[in-house]
T-cell receptor, first 114, second 116 residues
């Protein structure tokens, strides 16, 4: 099973709201990732967790707060977002963060900030 | 950090023709090069990948070649079909020793359209 699941599929939120995106994998992968993707652009890396520890933060604004409660789950907490944060948020996982590890993507959460 | 350039940005072919997409990378520490296909509204799906110790890999109608010396790699699709129409992204992953270790860097994407 090479499936990564994400909820919700769609999310509309106001700039004062707090919401969370969830990601889950049961492949035993030890690295998990959050990406942001704008229309017709490649995915942009936001965060990398390796063995449940944050190992890369690509200078993401603090209104995005990642959390890795256990090796299967990854959350992205959203607070005080801006309209320009509207995008597809993709979660991915790989066996390890190491060399030559294939990343498998979830279906994404399409976020609209009003 | 790693920088990946991808060309062309759009590619239009007739069904049955071949399609070639080319990418160059900058970080000599990159050792893994996946290709993803993304259909409209869907997730990126891995279609083929190649590691730095291999020069060419083929899977049915899809092949990838890698030239480490020149730092470029290419995707070849033969006998294209309308269902091959999608956005294709190349990517490079630096291994240990690179400043971007573990960070997958994508090219800008190629919109492939296969006309019936």
């Amino acid at each position: 099973d090479t499936e990564v699941t994400q909820t919700p599929k769609h999310l509309v939120m106001g700039m004062t709201n707090k919401k969370s995106l969830k990601c889950e994998q049961h492949m035993g992968h030890r690295a998990m990732y959050w990406y942001k993707q704008k229309a017709k652009k490649p995915p942009e890396l936001m965060f990398v967790y390796s063995y449940e520890k944050l190992s890369i933060n690509e200078s993401v604004p603090s209104r995005f707060s990642p959390e890795c409660p256990n090796s299967s789950l990854l959350n992205l907490h959203l607070h005080a977002l801006q309209p320009e944060d509207s995008a597809l948020y993709l979660c991915a996982s790989s066996q390890d963060r190491g060399q030559g590890e294939t990343q498998y993507f979830g279906p994404g959460t399409r976020l609209l900030v009003l | 950090g790693e920088n990946v350039e991808q060309h062309p940005s759009t590619l239009s072919v007739q069904e049955g023709d071949s399609a070639v997409i080319k990418c160059t990378y900058s970080d000599s520490a990159s050792n893994y090069f996946p290709w993803y296909k993304q259909e409209l509204g869907k997730r990126p799906q891995l279609i083929i990948d190649i590691r730095s110790n291999v020069g060419e890999k083929k899977d049915q109608r899809i092949a990838v070649t890698l030239n480490k010396t020149a730092k470029h790699f290419s995707l070849h699709i033969t006998e294209t079909q309308p269902e091959d129409s999608a956005v294709y992204f190349c990517a490079a992953l630096p291994g240990a020793g690179g400043t971007s270790y573990g960070k997958l860097t994508f090219g800008q994407g190629t919109i492939l359209t296969v006309h019936p």
